[in-house]
Every structure is written in C-alpha cells, then in structure tokens.
C-alpha cells in the first residue's frame, strides 16, 4: 500500500481538518507492510488513522485468516480448548446484555459486525430470540448464519425497518466503522424506543495501551479506523441521542488476547503473527496471566463497554 492510495479524512466526531500526529502503527496482526498514522483532532481530541484505506481496499485486509471470520477451527489437539474459548466468549457477551434487558422469545435482536453469527445462534439457541445480523462481509455460507436474517453490507445500507430492535449490539464494530456517527444514528433509527444498544470497543486509555505503545493490539491498523477512549465513546452516543445506563471498564472480550498479541507484537516488530503457531504459546500464557487476568473487571486493562438507551 503506498501512501498515495491513502485518503485524508476529517474528524468523526466534529468534522475538523486540524489534527496532529498521535502514533504510528504497522499491520502487526497480519503483517502486510506499510505503516499507518493515527492523530488526534485538535478540536475535540478524538484520535483516530488518518490518512485510511479507502473503503473499497479494506476488504483485502479482512481475508480467510481474519480471527473473526474464520469458519474453519483447526487446531488439532487443541480445537477444544479453542472452541471452548470462543463459546465462552458468546456466554460472556449474552451475560453483559442479559443484565440491562430481558431476553425472551421474540426478542428482535441485530448484531452489527456479527461476522460468522455465533452471537446470535448462541441466544437463540438458549433464549429464543429473532436473531438479524449485518457484516460487509459475505459470510452467509457460514453453517452458523443458516437461522440468522443476514444482510451483507454496510449497516446504514442494510434495509431494516425503522423502531423494530429490542436491543443492537456492537461488538468490536465500532472501531472498524468508516462513519461511526451514520451508524449510530441508523442504530437510534432501527431500534424501538426504549431500546438497548450495547458496545464494546478496545480502550485508549487503558493499562495494555500504555503498556505497548505502538505495538498495542487495539490499533489493529490498518482495520481499526477510530481509536476510542472513554470520553470520546461516551460523547459519540450522546451526540446521537442516546441515552448512557452503564458503562464498564472491561468488555467480553477478554483482556489476555491482549496481554498476549501485544508481548508477541512487540518480540515480532511487525513481521505479523502466524495464530496457528501460536496456539500453544497462547493457552500456556493464558494460565501464567491468571493472576492478573482475574482482576481485569478492576484494572482497566483493554476493553470497555457502553450501554445505552434510545429514550422514550
Ligand atoms: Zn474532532
């Protein structure tokens, strides 16, 4: 990618041109050259990769091998422990939702960035709920997107009905988003009033960004295009008109990834991370950072989200 394909691009959140520089990353997850600026408006602060990747040339980012969208789970011995991570994941998620709204049959449920819809088939599953998602990515051969209504596309494409979702979640979608503003508002759009939305996006201001500087996992450049703290996430839904319930210095995701794609970042300086070599190396320092890791709700290590209502 030479810089000349880039394009410059205003501030989110206001608009502004006037920004400066924050920090520089490489595409340390998939090890593609090229590096890629972040700065920080000099309006608002909001920190976000400027210049991006055209829309039309991210998708060659999110190949076969993106951790999210891989249908296949092959890791040998260790497939179970694999598949029971990201099962607990799901769990994880269903938890954080069920304690700001019921889940019950009908339930009309949208998963923004549901990738291959695990999310969704996991409450369905256990809650009966109609599970609808959207990815810009076709992953509807996927086995587990068979009993979800998937719409491929970008989210404020997507033909849905106004005031039909009792809750819209977010996961990791946010911080991907090319007009995070647009999607919120087709979020307030699409939801019933009295509606949940919930988000998880990496935090800036956490421990694991101190800690790693430009090799922290949650610049995930170039696919991460706003880099949120919990000041700018906060404004970004008021502005949309949503009302802030609860907002939690952690998220489903777990924090180790983290801990863990940051040490391997910073040893491997941008020469990309093989997932499947690091399996073992992955689940033997997942126990060694238990003692840190079972404190994560308190120690602001990574994540965060936010739950937020559309007022009545
Ligand atoms: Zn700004």
Redesign the pocket.
Known sequence: MTTTTLEAVP??????HASREFVHAEDDLGGTPGRFRFVR?L????AYQNPRVPLDRIGAYYDDTYIAHRKKRNWGVLTPLFERAMNKLDEDKAAIVARYIDLVPGTEVLDVGCAVGTFLTHLKKTRGIRATGVDFKDLSSAATLQDVEFHCGLFYDADLAAGRFDLVTMWHFLEHDYDPMRSLATAHRVMRPGATLVIEVPRLDSRTFSWFGDRWPGLQAPQHTVLYDRESLLRAVQRCGFEVVDYLPYGAFPAYFYLFTGAAFWLLKGRGLNLDKAIVPYFVGQLLALPLTLFERRLNLAMQTVICRRPL
Do not use: A, D, K, T
């Not at 501030?11 to 502004?16: T, V």
């Not at 309006?43 to 909001?46: A, Q, T």
């Open positions: 501030c989110y959140l206001c608009g502004s408006c309006n608002c602060n909001l």
